[in-house]
T-cell receptor
Framework: KAGVTQTPRYLIKTRGQQVTLSCSPI?????VSWYQQTPGQGLQFLFEYFSETQRNKGNFPGRFSGRQFSNSRSEMNVSTLELGDSALYLC????????????FGNGTRLTVT | AQSVAQPEDQVNVAEGNPLTVKCTYSVSGNPYLFWYVQYPNRGLQFLLK??????LVKGSYGFEAEFNKSQTSFHLKKPSALVSDSALYFC?????????????FGTGTLLAVQP
C-alpha cells in the first residue's frame, strides 16, 4: 500500500509570494492533518480535515489555509509568504478510529527568501 | 490543556547498551500516547502507541515503552541500541474523546548511538 505522498519535496519562494502544497493520503484514510516543523517551534499543528470539512485548526494566521477534496487529497496554501514561514510542512493521514496512529509523508521543505 | 515534555534534548548511548528516551505528559482524562521517530529529511514514522491495557507496549524495531499513570510518564526503551537507531524521537499525546486526530508533540530528543 502506498504511503502518504507530498509534493513537491522542495520549494523556494520569495517573500510576498504564495504557495500551494499537495498531499495524497493513504488509500482509505479520510482524515488528513498538516503540521509545520521548525527548529525553533518544533512540530506545530496547522489544521485537520475529515470528509472535506475542516474540523480542527491550530493557532496560525489566516494566511495559512487548506482544503480537502472528495478523494481525500488535501492541499494547503500560504499567501503573502514571510521569511518565518520557512519550514518543513508535514502531512499525515489516518483512519477514523480513536486508536489509529497518524501516518506521515516525507514533507515539503519550503524556503522563503 | 494537554502537553508533553521531553526533558532531554539529546541522549548519548553506546551501541549494545540499553537506551531510554523520557517523556512525561499532562492531560485531563486517560491519555492516548504515541512515539514517533524521524530520520534526516524524512517524515515521522510511527513506533508504538498506548491506548489502554498493559503498561508495557511493544512496537517496531525492538522498541518498547512503559506507561506509568502515577508518574504521568511514557518512556521509550530498547534493550540493546544500534547505530542505526540514531535519529530524532518524538513523544505525542492525543486527547481522548472528541472528533479529532490532533496530536500534541514534545520538543523531540536526539538519540546518538556511538559505535
Amino acid at each position: 500500500k502506498a504511503g502518504v505522498t507530498q509534493t513537491p519535496r522542495y520549494l523556494i519562494k520569495t517573500r510576498g509570494q504564495q504557495v500551494t502544497l499537495s498531499c495524497s493520503p493513504i488509500s482509505g484514510h479520510r482524515s488528513v492533518s498538516w503540521y509545520q516543523q521548525t527548529p525553533g517551534q518544533g512540530l506545530q499543528f496547522l489544521f485537520e480535515y475529515f470528509s472535506e470539512t475542516q474540523r480542527n485548526k491550530g493557532n496560525f494566521p489566516g494566511r495559512f489555509s487548506g482544503r480537502q477534496f472528495s478523494n481525500s487529497r488535501s492541499e494547503m496554501n500560504v499567501s503573502t509568504l514571510e521569511l518565518g514561514d520557512s519550514a518543513l510542512y508535514l502531512c499525515a493521514s489516518s483512519l477514523e478510529s480513536y486508536n489509529s496512529p497518524l501516518h506521515f509523508g516525507n514533507g515539503t521543505r519550503l524556503t522563503v527568501t | 490543556a494537554q502537553s508533553v515534555a521531553q526533558p532531554e534534548d539529546q541522549v548519548n548511548v553506546a551501541e549494545g547498551n540499553p537506551l531510554t528516551v523520557k517523556c512525561t505528559y499532562s492531560v485531563s482524562g486517560n491519555p492516548y500516547l504515541f512515539w514517533y521517530v524521524q530520520y534526516p529529511n524524512r517524515g515521522l514514522q510511527f513506533l508504538l502507541k498506548y491506548i489502554t491495557g498493559d503498561n508495557l507496549v511493544k512496537g517496531s524495531y525492538g522498541f518498547e515503552a512503559e506507561f506509568n499513570k502515577s508518574q504521568t510518564s511514557f518512556h521509550l526503551k530498547k534493550p540493546s541500541a544500534l547505530v542505526s537507531d540514531s535519529a530524532l524521537y518524538f513523544c505525542a499525546v492525543r486527547s481522548p474523546g472528541g472528533a479529532t486526530n490532533k496530536l500534541i508533540f514534545g520538543t523531540g530528543t536526539l538519540l546518538a548511538v556511538q559505535p
